[in-house]
């Protein structure tokens, strides 16, 4: 299970990219099933679960109480983490993390923050003493490749059914009202991610585990969809090899499509 | 006097369970087991070479045990990474699931076994034992026997089996107490008991007698899970 | 469980009875069995050391695993990836707990110390037997038909107790599938496959093939199914 590429699987999937083939004949800019749950915890302020193929995210959303920053006194924060937790992938060992387990909640927060899709000036308890931390919790229970752009799918989805909790008059959380506001969310901002991978010079969508294994480079892009109007808010390339401008811009027309193909089964939580 | 329980289970009713095995495809073996409103999942990695090597064994196999809580699985955010409660627990798993492994055909090898709890209602050590028994046995490890696994209890006078979260907060009379068990299950074998709280000694027979039969139809649902996998493959 | 004798190629074991069987759970009751690998004996009874097939054939019992990691046995053969080449030979991953290693002699042909890494360098796959099961890994060899490093097509992974079902029986099954694809295919008992044949589509369509025949565990009569398979899978 954790054999790590053969060079020849990578020549024939160089190959076969390249033809436009895949082994699940899926088509290259083509995603895999997608499934959306929510309510994973009844414990979170909002959860998700994600299925993109075989790999799967859980997603929860926590409120607490704290300190705002210093140089944002009325504003809330954000906190995105995720760890690369050994149930996923025989790949992944216990311990401080590897680039890979930095990255990903980095890229998420980006594309979330970048969105401007939480008002964080709207989550102010007292000012300049008490603000709302929304913490995006990304927790990957089977990685069989795109980690990142399922992690952003439930982080979203998480965030739109996610509610703030009621404060007793200490300032902490009170378990045992019902939450009823929503968070202060952009009625039409949703921000989700798609990478793309290059492999010789094909270019793929939502690759498995094993293709991602093969290539050579990987890059990210956050996008919204606000109004009718597509933007892009953040990008991060990975990996040795170079992408070329034609191919670039290339990815950046694909965008839109994309997040239509996403934008299916994800209407329904917006 | 039958005591009241708040949702209306009777003394030695357990919780609606459900349990399914590969739940992770990546790993050898899986599981998902519930009591009621607390979830776990469990997966196991190995027989596979343990490192740092220093750490091998050269007549057998290890067992390690990694248990912890979702941060979102609990209602006070639990900051992501081990605590002393996670620690302990995945100890007393570990000494739980040992009795019935077979590790010596494996020397310098371990078996990682990941337990992770994605909603906590009180009795999570117990279906975390056996979410991982079930992953073990789906892995294909030797293994003499399931371990099953249930939290005896008390509230005030009276004996209980599968403690709610309110019950385990229980406070009135002799207050609550906790008394998770995991025991072999085709054999008069405990191989976890913990207790919080006040009981008598000679509760202690009934108590272990109440676990046994709880246990009985958890081996139930377990062994469900694990037949109903085949059949799903069989399927095609 | 009810038997069914389709045709003679399926029937893995004619005497045989098979049930699914859970760690600790009784096979039969009775002084005459012997308890064979995965099970053992408590007193008068046959109980399973582990979650898998109970298969009854005359008076032994064992139990087969349905899944789990590869356990290397003397004589296997195996398909494993290079990971390191040093002075003696070179080690390679068979996806096991320990890795396996190719000494320089148990070569074929002379290779010179010198260009080691030019016959086979880290990520090349090779196939290759078993010979020899120790604690820290297994040692291999080339010397045997069929084996040696294999160039081209691509290699996947199977659970590897399948293996036995994909090979089918004397490899009535894996014969059918190269037949119906044109492929060249190579099993390793440790669950990796390799597939190369002359056409993208060919190559796909063989690696479903196989997918589709290691996930069906107790289904009978598989070699006319997987004929019907290939029709309606052109």
Sequence with gaps: MAMDIANLTKERLKAMFAEGKRFDGRKLDELRELEIETDISNKAEGSARVRLGKTEVLVGIKLGPGEPYPDSPERGNLTVSAELMPIASPRYQAGPPEFNGIELPRLVDRAIRESKMIDLDKLCIKAGEKVWTVYIDIFPINDDGNLIDAANIAALVALKIARVPEITKEGKVDHDKEAKDKLPLSKDIAPVSFSFFKLGNSIIVDPTREEAEACDARITFGLSKSKDKYLINSCQKKGEAYFTGEELAKMSSMLPDLYEQVNEKLKKFL | MTHKRPDGRKSDELRKMSAKVGVVPNADGSAMFAFGDTVAIAAVYGPRLLHPQHMQDPSTGILRVNYDLLSFSVSDRKKPGPNRRAQEISKVTEWALLPVLELKEFPNTVIDVQIYIIQADAGTRTAGINAASLALAHAGIPMKDLVCSVAVGKQDKELIVDLSKEEEDFEEGEGATDFPIAKIANKDAFTLVQLDGKISPDLVPEALSIAAKACEKVYDVQKKALKDEVEREAKG | ?234
């Design chain 3, 1 to 234: 469980m009810t038997r069914q004798i389709d045709n003679k190629e399926e029937v893995i074991s004619e005497k045989a009875e098979r049930k699914v069987v859970v760690p600790g759970e009784v096979i039969v009751v009775g002084e005459d069995y012997l308890p064979g690998d995965g099970a053992r004996r408590e007193g008068e009874k046959v109980v399973s050391s582990r979650f898998g097939l109970a298969e009854i054939v005359g008076r032994v019992i064992r139990v087969l695993s349905l899944f789990g990691t590869f356990i290397p046995r003397r004589g296997n053969v195996v398909i494993g990836r290079v990971t390191d080449v040093t002075f003696r030979g070179w080690v390679v991953d068979v996806d096991a707990a320990a890795a396996g290693f190719l000494a320089l002699d148990e070569c074929p042909r002379f290779i010179n110390p010198d260009e080691m890494d030019r016959f086979l360098g880290i990520g090349d796959i090779v196939s290759a037997k078993i010979w020899n099961v120790k604690t820290k890994g297994s040692d291999l060899t080339l010397d045997g038909k069929g084996l040696g490093k294999l160039e081209g097509g691509f290699i996947f992974r199977v659970i590897p107790s399948r293996v036995p079902r994909i090979i089918g029986r004397e490899g009535s099954m894996v014969g059918l599938i190269k037949e119906k694809t044109g492929c060249q295919i190579t099993i390793g008992q440790n669950g990796w496959i390799w597939i190369k044949g002359n056409t993208s589509d060919a190559e796909i369509r063989a690696r479903k093939a196989i997918e589709f025949v290691a996930d069906k565990v107790l289904v009978e009569g598989l070699t006319e199914k997987m004929e019907a398979w290939f029709e309606k899978n052109k």
